[in-house]
């Protein structure tokens, strides 16, 4: 949610936070803006639309200090108005996060908004605050107490970063709950929303932690805690993450899911790593267990609940981080909360791992970033080592959650896994036709159904072609059907259903039947050959039927993207997302 990119150095600084913005965009997509100081003044432009548009109104400009933004739309919509950076006399600043009294704030504040957005009004509370703290202190001190008396005055999540014209050789960057880093190299320095946006090894770089802020010029930083005291912060240790591009691919999410092989195949390395096995030797003294997650990752967290309490017989929950953070928390002894969350930065799900701190429970990170907030705030990391994703569609992350819980499962009971699923699946997309469905487009409701974790499946199918395709489905477990949902169903309908659970075969083909007796066409997507279906089938690869929502999911991947494509879409940017959803 919004990507923040600073920079000061003998560079161009257009062109480093143009660049760093690039890497930054799977962040936000709907506006991008950048600032910088010309003879004591500040100025910025703005484009609406991607980082591309930016770069072609700045490319003639160049400066040495220079911060920037690509938005994702929370207050006032993608008007050039609300891009950001937003300025007041002697500020710009850029900010991801989200002010929740920026109402009250406004209101008391006699100034003139040209935006609807809530970051101008902390640009017009810093000017007010400014305006004190000019006339007693020097002007670094004058902005960092402007930057302490407004933090004290803000609530919500906010990494802001700030050019202050009256001192143009530095940028102040603050924080709360949003994540923010700073590379400090020779001669030149960068703050990110990402460290894997600034492009060096030669950088030193340190994470924020909230309530700091960090004076960062040209070879040098400083970082006091919120009462202007000196801060030492550890340096941490860079992590390449580097995203390659492939030319032999036209998007990006097409190109992750074609990594999903290479990807299963780095993930099972974790099963020899020592957190694993620490992990999985306390597991039996947890009394409760719980995972939350958003979206996808809770889809996963589904199927973690099927495979847990099957291989390990205890009781799991799964809940929406965003209902766990807010549920009544109920202290119970040896809880252990697992947050899966592909970027490791969404905000619900970091909240709810804060939430599980402070009861008590130890906590566990599934997650796809070393480096990420959830990973740094919980006792243990379990890196889905899927490589970075960008697509907006989760998509080899999805898998690599999934095969990380089987893992764990495995681990815990001392079951030897399942060893060969790069193969699998890299044969089962080579031979698998992508454009299988196209024949359906045409249908005007789509449900997805299945049983058990092949529920999760359907949830996840019906999700991928809400969010790539635009097109609106539902997921249902099979046997729900008949309670209601089945009066939608009617000749317009497709229906794909999921079938790999040999307990539940007769009881899910005794939906498709009710389904197809109501006139929906049906797809049967199955590892099963002994089924006396007369459709459409997607017969799987035959993998032990615990991980066979490992490669059940493929197909539904590649429906949504292949669908997107025919309606003219863009399936890596659909509108209204983002890829990191680091606000509530
Ligand atoms: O980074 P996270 O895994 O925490 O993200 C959670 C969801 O926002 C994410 O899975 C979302 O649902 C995906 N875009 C779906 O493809």
Redo the contacts with the bound molecule.
């Keep these: 949610m919004c990507g923040i990119f600073g920079y000061i150095g003998n560079d161009n600084a257009i062109c480093r936070v143009i660049s760093g913005l690039e890497k930054l965009e799977y962040r936000g997509y709907d506006s991008a803006g950048l600032a910088y100081v010309k003879q004591g003044e500040i100025k910025t432009i703005k484009s609406i639309g991607k980082v591309e548009n930016l770069k072609i109104s700045s490319c003639a400009i160049s400066s040495k200090i220079s911060i920037a933004h690509t938005r994702w739309a929370t207050h006032g919509s993608a008007t050039e108005k609300n891009c950001h950076p937003h300025t007041s006399e002697n500020f710009a600043i850029v900010h991801n996060g989200i002010i929740e009294n920026f109402e009250d704030l406004k209101r008391k504040l006699n100034y003139e908004f040209y935006s609807e957005t809530d970051t101008e009004v902390v640009a017009k509370l810093l000017e007010e605050k400014y305006r004190e703290c000019r006339k007693k202190f020097k002007v670094e001190d004058a902005v960092l107490h402007t930057i302490k008396e407004t933090q004290d005055c803000l609530k919500g999540s906010w990494a802001i970063a700030l050019i202050c014209k009256l001192d143009p050789k530095k940028i102040y960057v603050f924080k709360n709950k949003s994540p923010i880093v700073v590379g400090i190299g020779k001669n030149e320095s960068c703050v990110s929303s990402d460290i894997n946006a600034i492009e060096s090894d030669e950088f030193n770089f340190y994470n924020l932690e909230d309530g700091n802020i960090a004076v960062v010029k040209q070879d040098d930083v400083k970082f006091y805690d919120k009462n202007l005291n000196p801060a030492k912060l550890e340096r941490i240790r860079q992590v390449q993450n580097k995203y390659f591009e492939d030319e032999n691919f036209s998007h990006k999410m097409i190109k992750e899911i074609n990594e999903i092989p290479f990807s299963i195949h780095q993930t099972a390395k974790i099963f020899d790593s020592d957190e694993f096995i620490t992990l999985s030797k306390r597991f039996k003294k947890f009394k409760e267990i719980t995972i939350i ?5 809770y889809h996963a967290g589904l199927y973690g609940k099927y495979i847990l309490e099957k291989y390990v017989g205890k009781k799991v929950d799964v809940v929406l981080a965003s209902e766990y953070r807010y549920k009544t928390k109920i202290k119970s002894e040896n809880e252990l909360v697992i947050a ?7 905000a619900d ?1 970091l909240a709810g791992v804060i939430l599980a701190k402070e009861s008590g429970a130890t906590t566990v990170a599934i997650t796809n970033v070393s480096s990420s907030s959830i990973t740094r705030e919980c006792n243990f990391t379990l890196l889905t080592n899927a490589g970075p994703e960008r697509a ?3 998509t080899k ?1 999805y898998v690599c959650q999934i095969y990380v819980l089987y893992l764990l499962a495995c681990k815990i009971i001392n079951k030897t896994p399942q060893r060969d699923l790069d193969r699998i699946t890299e044969k089962f997309l080579k031979a698998f036709n992508g454009r299988f469905f196209e024949k359906y487009y045409s249908k005007q409701k789509f449900f997805f159904i299945g049983r058990l974790c092949d529920s999760s499946t359907a949830f996840e199918g019906a ?2 072609l809400k ?1 790539i395709a635009y097109v609106h489905s539902e997921g249902y477990p099979a046997g729900e059907l008949k309670h209601g949902t089945l009066s939608l169903v009617d000749e317009k309908s497709l229906v794909v259903a999921i079938l790999t659970q040999n307990i539940i075969k007769e009881k899910t083909l005794n939906a498709v039947h009710e389904v197809l007796a109501r006139g929906a066409d049906v797809i049967l997507i199955t590892q099963f050959h002994d089924i006396d279906f007369s459709g459409d089938i997607i017969t799987l690869p035959n993998v032990c039927q615990e991980i066979a929502p490992l490669v059940s999911v493929i197909p539904l991947q590649l429906f949504s993207y292949h669908y997107a494509i025919a309606k003219g879409l863009n399936p890596d940017m659909p509108r209204h ?1 983002a ?3 680091t606000v509530e």
Aim: net charge neutral; glycine share 12%; charged share 15%.
């Design positions: 997650g958003c979206g996808t990752a899966i969350s592909q970027s490791g930065e969404t799900t907006v569609a989760a992350s999700l991928k969010e997302l890829k990191s959803v």
